[in-house]
């Protein structure tokens, strides 16, 4: 009977002198550190012990193929400017695994805010019962964070949600299906593919994280976001508004009486969309809210 060969693991040296080159490389390169640890984490059976306390452990759980693979990821990171997120696949998001690829926009931290921020106002609301109960939708889902995170906290209420990219429909269903929630998806823009469900006057609330950045500022964001995520879940326009114009001007036909109509938006834009809500005439109820820097990131109202 012929014996299996040991499975070679790396020595502690190793290991230790390649982590703090990568933690050197990280710095010159203006990387947070932090993003080693998440990489080695989403992609290894290290726990934060084993790299806080530097454990001896470590050389038990990394062959030198998983060392190479990290290193080549790594490299990836520093030389191409690949989110870390797309290179392990992942993303969290409030309570959520999700997963991410070129095709969809990263979920980002205070985009978050947004749930919370809609649940406090369903709550202070004197129709809150239609509601919890009613027809929702994320407009421009996606990797489907918004509406997975909707889903959850309105367990009796109608999710949809609507992507231009079948690309990213695709991603949104893979994560709904991984946190068991059932959320009707459609193809399209905007509000096309409500129309034809006949959603009109029907909808309880019309959440969206829509494109905002005016396009002369797209190509001078971060190398990350410039050449790895895509154009079309950032680029609003001219004035980085021509989107969210277009929910003001078609979300009155969907919502029912004292619907709920919240978006988010970039820092300087909350006066202009507290306008375009004004001068459209079927809202009251115009509130702005603030992200966990204290930024004007969300604008809510209620159909009137």
């Known amino acids: 009977m012929t014996s299996l060969a040991p499975i070679s693991m790396i020595n502690f040296h190793e290991w230790h002198e390649w982590y703090d080159r990568s933690l050197s490389d990280a710095q010159s390169s203006n990387i947070p550190a932090f993003e080693l640890d998440w990489l080695i984490l989403r992609l ?3 726990d934060k012990l084993d790299l806080r306390l530097r454990s001896p452990n470590i050389t038990q759980k990394i062959t030198p193929e998983t060392l190479a693979n990290l290193d080549r990821l790594w490299q ?13 696949g992942s993303v969290t998001w409030r309570d959520l695994e999700l997963e991410v690829t070129p095709a969809v926009l990263i979920p980002r931290p205070e985009t978050e805010l947004i749930i919370d921020i809609v ?35 309105f367990p009796q209420a109608q999710i949809h949600a609507v992507d231009l990219s079948e690309s990213a429909l695709e991603i949104a269903q893979i994560n709904t299906d991984k946190h068991g929630q059932q959320i009707q998806f459609h193809h399209g823009s905007w509000f096309e593919p409500l129309a034809k469900l006949n959603l009109q006057n029907k909808l309880a609330a019309v959440v969206s994280n829509p494109p905002y950045i005016p396009s002369n500022e797209v190509l001078k964001l971060q190398p990350e976001v410039t050449n790895h995520e895509p154009h079309s879940a950032l680029d609003g326009g001219d004035d980085g508004l021509d989107d969210i114009r277009d929910l003001v001007n078609a979300a009155p036909e969907y919502l029912i009486s004292g619907g709920l109509w919240i978006v988010e938006m970039m820092s300087g834009q909350a006066e202009i969309v507290r ?21 004007e990131r969300f604008v809510s109202a209620n159909l009137t």
């Open 44 to 46: 290894t059976s290290l």
């Open 76 to 88: 990836q990171r520093l030389r191409d400017r690949i989110p870390v997120q797309y290179l392990t």
């Open 119 to 153: 649940a406090e106002l369903v709550a202070q609301s004197s129709q809150a019962e239609a509601y919890h109960n009613g027809i929702w939708v994320d407009l421009g889902t996606g990797s489907g964070a918004i509406a997975i995170a909707l889903a959850k906290h």
């Open 275 to 295: 306008s375009l809500l004004q001068i459209n005439g079927s809202y009251s109820n115009i509130q702005v809210h603030q992200d966990y820097a204290g930024i």
